[in-house]
């Protein structure tokens, strides 16, 4: 790629561009007028290009990423023109590959999930179709997932909101140590420790299930597993399936709504 114009400059495509420049990459980044203040900041600190308009932004640009929110996505297609055969690299949850060949007639559309950690280069990057120049182009912004099939790909949408909840679990485990008197620094440090400890292990032993690797150290008379009868008789696992199910619903719901 040697040049990205981005449609619609917000939180994660703010993320897209530090990432980015943070991996190497020194082709133009053309970004859309749009939310002014904050494609000013990214002109100045790194060295990207802010256009008079979106149309500007297609015509100078070798591959485009649609980072608006879904129900603008409709009005951003209104306004643009783009080449036959350039490539539309498209964010918008629950936007499917069929409503965006609709909406952007000459374009190739893919499809891209990603999450903050892209501006760290740690983020999963799920490719929809898979598709060598959109994998060439954000591959270092972390960890590649080539999904062929789009029902797979709503189902890692739902897997990148996960990540949004963890933060919350994380949380409520550091509150309550926090309730019994420990720094809230501390409590930190220790709920993210034994978070890191476990997704080494996972990480560095993909041959065992995650279920498997818990239930080796909640072994019977443990206080690992004195906790964890608790934790089963609680419907928590139900509520975060529950949270799957909504969000899931929500995404197949909106892919199949008519466009306007
Ligand atoms: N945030 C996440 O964690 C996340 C994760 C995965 C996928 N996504 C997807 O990524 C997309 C962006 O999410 P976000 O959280 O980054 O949203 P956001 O912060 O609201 O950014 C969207 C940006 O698009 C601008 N915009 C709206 N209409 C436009 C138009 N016609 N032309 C040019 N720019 C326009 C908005 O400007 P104004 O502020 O002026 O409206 C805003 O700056 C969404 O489609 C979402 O589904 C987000």
């Known amino acids: 790629m040697h040049s990205l114009g981005i449609l619609g400059v917000g939180e994660l495509t703010e993320k897209v561009v530090h990432g980015l420049r943070r991996a190497g990459f020194a082709g133009e980044i053309l970004l859309s007028p749009r939310n002014a203040a904050r494609a000013a900041a990214l002109a100045r600190d ?27 996505v409709a009005a951003v297609a ?9 490539r539309l690299v498209s964010l918008a949850a629950g936007i499917g590959l069929e409503q965006l060949a609709t909406l952007f007639p000459a374009a190739q559309c893919v499809r891209l999930m990603l999450s903050y950690a892209a501006q760290f280069n740690q983020s999963t ?32 949408t739902v897997a990148a909101c996960m990540n949004g909840w963890f933060y919350f679990l994380l949380d409520d485990l550091q509150q ?14 220790l709920v993210l420790g034994n978070l890191q400890d476990c997704l080494l292990s ?34 928590v696992g139900a509520t975060w399936g529950a949270a799957c199910e909504v969000v899931l619903d929500g995404l197949l719901t909106r892919s199949k709504l008519p466009l306007p």
């Open 46 to 72: 790194f060295d990207c290009r802010v256009l008079a308009d979106n149309q500007a932004v297609v015509e100078a640009a070798e591959l485009l990423l649609l980072g608006v929110r879904p129900p603008e």
């Open 202 to 235: 996972a990480r560095t032993q993909p041959g065992q299930s995650l279920k498997a690797l818990g239930e080796a150290i909640a072994t019977p008379g443990t206080f690992t597993a004195d906790g964890l009868k608790v934790l089963m008789h609680q419907p």
């Open 125 to 156: 990057v799920v490719v929809c179709p898979a598709d060598g120049e959109t994998q060439g182009a954000f591959a270092s912004l972390g960890n590649l997932v080539a999904l062929e099939d789009e029902a797979a790909f709503e189902l890692a």
């Open 176 to 189: 309550w140590l926090c309730d019994k008197g420990m720094a809230e620094a501390d409590a930190r440090t």
């Open 78 to 86: 209104a306004e643009v023109r783009l080449r036959p055969g350039q």
